[in-house]
């Protein structure tokens, strides 16, 4: 199974978004700056995540991304998913129905055992993103990592993240 470039970049963008102060934004100008990719490429993909809501977008001139919910509730598949789609990766096309030595339908009652293999792989696949959340990725790389990669990543998020204003809250008529 061969995954979409998309998929790493939208992995990578929601860590580097995982590590912003408070509700503070990174443009995907800069993202894509991090990651050397097109804006105009990475915009599709950050696009899909904030329809998913892995991301929310923030409009304006101080505006960017920023995690729709905490990284401990975003797994890899919701990752995947927003990018790649539903469809599972294996799609029985029926092949075995075709061609010059095709039976009648009667004799195919049985599912294909490739789809069925293949599906069951998919399911296990799934399975394993589904346990891998994004905080747990971050918290690894973290924990793992060579200082300087660290250290450089950390000085490109407090370079790049655009700090929000709160907006305040209506007032609350007093009671008399």
Known sequence: MKLGEGVEAAIHCAAMLAGVDGNSTI????????????????LKHLNQLTTARI??????????????????????LDIVLAVEGREPAFRCGEIRQR??????????????GINVAM???????????????????????????????IAVNCAFVERHQRPQKVQPSPAQPSKA
Do not use: H, N, W
């Open 99 to 112: 061609g010059p030595v095709k039976l009648d339908a009667s004799a195919y009652v049985q599912p294909c």
């Open 55 to 76: 991301l929310e977008s923030v409009p304006g001139p101080a505006g960017g991304y920023r995690l729709a919910r905490p990284a401990e509730r975003i797994t890899l």
């Open 119 to 149: 599906l069951k792989a998919e399911r296990a696949y799934r399975a394993a993103l589904a346990e891998a959340k994004l905080s747990d990725i971050v918290a690894a790389y973290q924990s793992d990592a060579d200082p300087r990669s």
């Open 27 to 42: 443009s995907g100008a800069a993202m894509a700056e991090a990651f050397g990719l097109s804006p105009s490429y990475l």
